[in-house]
């Protein structure tokens, strides 16, 4: 009789944390290439607070909510954005994530999830006061930053 070898359980336990954070890092990473990447091609103004900002985070909700569920999109704008309570910044992206979740769960389709959301930045317009259209502030508020 022969006995077998211990296995270090350690290492085992080691590898598997490792997979598990490479799975959890892999979904933020894809949302942000698949916002950033549309987003630097349109070339829109106002990179925060503007419409570039809306575009930005109706797009990042409608991707979360296509791919995982609109609740999602609520729990980060709840953290995130304070549920639009503080600043009118915050209430305009938490405005916008909203809108963004309610296209992304509707879209039949990825293509149309994309398009929906640009036809509705592009139909935007200052202090939007319809929760159906999306929104930004006064250009006098505009900063063009890239993030």
Do not use: K
């Not at 419409?51 to 909510?65: F, K, N």
């Not at 709840?78 to 910044?89: L, T």
Request: glycine share 6%; net charge positive; aromatic share 8%.
């Amino acid at each position: 009789m022969s006995a077998m070898p211990a296995t270090p359980r350690r290492g085992r336990h080691w590898r598997l944390a490792v997979l598990a954070l490479l799975v959890l890092a892999a979904y933020p990473a894809f949302v942000l290439i698949a916002v950033y990447t549309p987003w630097f091609a349109a070339h829109l103004p106002g990179g925060r607070n503007g419409p570039a900002d809306a575009y930005r985070h109706s797009l990042a909700s409608a991707i979360v909510a296509y791919t995982l569920s609109p609740r999602c999109v609520d729990w980060v704008t709840a953290v995130m954005e304070r549920d639009g309570q503080g600043n009118a910044s915050r209430a305009m992206d938490a405005h916008n994530n909203r809108i963004g979740a309610r296209l992304g769960a509707a879209a039949p389709s990825w293509a149309a999830m994309q398009r929906e959301v640009r036809a509705a930045v592009d139909h935007g317009a200052i202090d939007a006061a319809s929760p159906d259209q999306i929104t930004w502030l006064a250009p006098e508020a505009w900063q063009n930053r890239l993030y």
